[in-house]
């Protein structure tokens, strides 16, 4: 009457491994699901990391100037009354930083004086032959309220390169008092190139301007 039928503590037993194997399968399927999350979550950690990099790479290159002073800041006074005309200012590239265009409507150039300011006075760059201050404000035959650079030692064209120097010459007004600079007053010139922070120049004028003379501004 029961010949064929499986005895029941056989019956649970084969059970038994059909639920383990079930168990098995939910558990692979489980990694699987885990593994590919944790690719996904590992990518996304390796992207916001990257992109952090890049972000604070880039506020640095921001935040630092890419032209720094060579030397010493130097005036010339007029030659009629003593008051300051010219201002020399020598620039190099600053540390780790690439070549920078010098061009007219690359850079910016302003001037803060006490009765006045002057906004985006530049007018370009040019190469120099020599770096003797009253040669350089000859060649460079600038306007009232004016400024240029000149580019020693350089290629012929308007980029200051690794192995060159920059002087920026600024003529100021010689005739209207509100654009003058005498004893003891402050000027502050600002320049700002087309990446990198601005390079700003503050510097006073000393007590007893003489006439045609350069002054030592520091």
């Known amino acids: ?39 996904v979550v590992i990518n996304m950690g390796f992207y916001t990391t990257q992109k952090t990099k890049e972000t604070m790479e880039a506020g640095l290159e921001e935040s630092t100037t890419a032209l720094q002073l ?34 007219e409507n690359s850079v910016v150039v302003s001037v803060y004086l006490p009765r ?31 400024a240029k650079f000149a580019i020693y030692n350089g290629d012929g064209d308007t980029v200051l390169e690794a192995n060159e120097k920059a002087f920026l010459v600024i003529r100021l007004n010689s005739t209207d008092t509100k654009y003058m600079l005498g004893e003891y007053e402050t000027i502050k010139i600002e320049v700002r190139a087309a990446k990198g922070a601005a390079l700003t120049v503050v510097r006073t004028a000393p007590g007893g301007l003489k006439e045609d003379s350069f002054i030592d501004l520091g």
Do not use: C, Q
């Open 70 to 103: 060579d030397g010493v800041v130097t005036a010339k006074t007029n030659d009629t009354s003593p008051h300051i005309l010219y201002i020399l200012v020598p620039v190099k590239l600053s540390s780790g930083k690439g070549a920078v265009d010098l061009g």
């Open 1 to 39: 009457m029961f010949a064929g039928k499986l005895p029941a503590k056989k019956l649970f037993k084969n059970r038994k491994g059909i639920v383990g194997v079930e168990a098995a399968i939910v558990l692979i399927a489980f990694i699987i699901i885990a593994a590919a999350l944790s690719y």
């Open 116 to 146: 006045a300011t002057l906004m985006n006075i530049y007018k370009g760059a040019v190469s120099a032959t020599s770096s003797n201050w009253n040669a350089l404000i000859t060649a460079l035959n600038l306007a009232n309220n004016n």
